[in-house]
């Protein structure tokens, strides 16, 4: 059996309070730590063994709740590596909250560096002469701007007066010391959506529609490589495909992608939905 740890992205506010957080307004920040997870995993050579899974992700839910997996655990062979998992998805983890950390560190400017004892560790002085003592690793990983998009996706739910911060827990919902982002701090992690570069019409993808709004006609498209994207649909027959979403199989959706500038697919305007077995969205 599979070692799991499990990781809360939580979200507080008045939206949060009274229930009226939706889905869709989690959709990038889902994407996001998923996905900031999965880049931190690979630079430290941990990709053969962790997979990120969303286990709780309700309509007016605060958190998003997310199962981290050591597949590894089901070969004998790989018996060392689950021995090493929760340590090494604590560093993944913590990796991503040192980079939280110099973000806010580095917005009073006027920053300079020093190399410290073995050169490991690298101390960033700002303009206060506040000092952050941080691994060198997690410092290359801010200077290569590695989960810059990913942790954008994070606070751009964050809104005045709606949701006004965000913070990673334990599996025992105990706060992740130095992961909290308050709605004044938004700006310093906001990365511009020009860097959506492609727009491709006609694209064929395989998966299954999840979290609709029939409000919006808008959702959660997982894709079968396990990827999460926004989806609006736009096709001639919405009533159509609003009857249709109790469908639960796996569908193929011709789509309008949207890519960012490392040709991840970041959105899609679905025009047509095809089951396996016959299709819908047509006249």
Same mark, same amino acid.
């Given at each position: ?15 949060? =309070? /009274? ?51 050591? $597949? ?88 005045? =007066? ?9 599996? =025992? ?24 570069? *492609? *727009?491709?019409?006609?694209? $064929?993808?395989? +998966? ?8 919006? /006609?808008? +959702? ?48 899609? /305007? ?7 077995? +016959? ?5």
């Amino acid at each position: 059996m599979a070692e799991e740890t499990i990781f809360r992205l939580a979200y507080t506010g008045p939206d949060v =309070n /009274d229930g009226r957080i939706g889905a869709e307004d989690l959709i990038e920040a889902l994407q996001g730590f998923s996905r900031a997870y999965e880049r931190i995993s690979n630079y430290e050579n941990f990709h053969d063994a962790h997979r990120v899974k969303v286990v709780g992700l309700d309509l007016g839910s605060t958190e998003i709740v997310f199962s981290i997996l050591e $597949w590894a655990a089901h070969n004998p062979q790989q018996v060392e590596l689950v021995k090493v998992f929760a340590a090494s998805a604590a560093t993944v983890i913590g990796s991503l909250v040192t980079l939280i950390k110099i973000k806010k560190h580095l917005r009073k400017g006027g920053n300079t560096i020093q190399v410290n004892g073995d050169n490991n560790t690298i101390v960033i002085i700002n303009s206060a002469n506040e000092q952050l003592s941080v691994p060198k690793r997690d410092y290359e990983m801010n200077e290569k701007k590695l989960v810059d998009n990913e942790l954008s996706n994070i606070v751009r739910p964050l809104e005045e =007066n709606r949701i006004e911060s965000v913070e990673l827990r334990d599996e =025992n919902k105990r706060p992740i010391e130095g992961s909290a982002i308050e709605l004044n701090e938004r700006d310093l992690f906001l990365v511009s959506k020009s860097s959506v570069t *492609t *727009t491709r019409d006609d694209v $064929w993808l395989s +998966g299954e529609l999840r979290s609709h709004s029939k409000k919006t /006609d808008s +959702g959660l498209f997982i894709q079968d490589n396990g990827r999460r994207i926004p989806y609006k649909f736009i096709g001639p027959n919405p009533q159509q495909f609003r009857d249709e979403y109790s469908y639960t199989g796996q569908v193929r959706v011709k789509c309008r992608a949207r890519f960012d500038g490392e040709m991840n697919i970041t959105r899609i /305007d679905v025009n047509d939905v095809r089951r396996v077995q +016959g299709s819908f969205g047509h006249n």
